[in-house]
């Protein structure tokens, strides 16, 4: 309830709060993320989580965002049905993979990321085929981010992006971050954004093995965009995906 760039709205009925949700607002990108949305199951289909969501739009948009985004499972029904009725649109699939399987591999062609590496790693996306799948979003603790030039920048400076190098061409992607460590209290790593064909993800899925043996890294959360060929390499990993999928829904403001 502290925090600066977002609130918690909560619905009452008789003074007794009956459900609420939060959102928060990233005015430099000037989108917005909703979460949290909860109804006391006794006051279900009344239109409460309607009321908030409607509440942290116009919060939203009030802030400045263009934009709302969030995210829930492809199994929660009657979400999915709320956010329909609000003119929500799934505009991207994601997949939540673990591995626990981490062992030094050999990689031959993949390396953190340098700044020098910039302009060819955003030219790289651009024509990405998984970026656009994407809808150009990363994720980091649940949360789902527009990719633009700065995150990358971002990731490369804190030694946080790996990239797949052949003959002067990036021809592979891998963020990675620590958050879910940090958050949790526990010695893991997640991937936020996963991009490359076989050969190339197999190397760099080498490289981040190798990153988190060394570091004593216990368990990688693999979130990436579902994209069977991608899902297909880091199963082979030992990578292990959940039944549901994540779909992230947008709505313009
Ligand atoms: C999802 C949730 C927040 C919906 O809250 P709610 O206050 O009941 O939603 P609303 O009353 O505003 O529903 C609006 C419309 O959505 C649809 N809807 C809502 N719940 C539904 C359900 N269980 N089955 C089918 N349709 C449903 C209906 O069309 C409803 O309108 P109607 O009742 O006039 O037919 C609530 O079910 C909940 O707290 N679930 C558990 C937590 C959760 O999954 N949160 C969402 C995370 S993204």
New binding site residues.
């Given amino acids: 309830m502290k925090e600066q760039d977002g609130k918690i709205f909560v619905a009452t009925i008789n003074d007794v709060p009956v459900?609420l949700?939060r959102v928060k607002v990233d005015i430099s990108k000037k989108e917005a993320w909703l979460?949290?949305?909860?109804?006391?199951?006794e006051?279900?289909?009344?239109?409460?989580?309607?009321?908030?969501?409607k509440k942290c739009l116009e919060y939203a948009k009030q802030k400045g965002a263009r934009k709302a985004r969030?995210?829930?499972?492809s199994n929660?029904?009657?979400?999915r049905?709320?956010?329909q009725?609000l003119g929500f649109v799934p505009i991207a699939e994601f997949v939540e993979m673990t591995c626990e399987k981490i062992e030094m591999k050999k990689s031959q062609k993949s390396r953190m990321g340098h700044l020098q590496d910039l302009e060819q790693t955003w030219n790289f996306l651009q024509n990405s085929e998984v970026f656009h799948k994407s809808a150009g979003l990363y994720t980091v603790l649940f949360r789902w981010y527009s990719l633009l030039p700065h995150d990358l920048e971002f990731f490369i400076r804190n030694g946080k992006a790996i990239v797949y190098e052949y003959e002067n061409q990036v021809q592979g992607l891998l963020l990675i971050d620590d958050s879910t460590a940090k958050a949790w209290q526990e010695n893991t790593i997640q991937t936020c954004y996963v991009d490359g064909n076989e050969e190339t993800l197999a190397d760099m899925l080498r490289f981040l093995l190798t990153h988190c043996y060394k570091r004593d890294i216990k368990r990688i959360y693999g979130f990436t965009c579902k994209h069977n060929p991608i899902i297909f390499v880091m199963k082979e990993f030992g990578f292990k995906e959940s039944d549901d999928v994540e779909i992230v829904y947008e709505k313009r403001l």
Wanted: aromatic share 0%; net charge positive; glycine share 6%.
């Fill in positions: 459900g949700s979460s949290a949305a909860r109804t006391a199951p006051h279900r289909r009344k239109g409460v989580a309607t009321a908030i969501a969030l995210v829930t499972s929660n029904k009657a979400a049905i709320v956010l009725k």
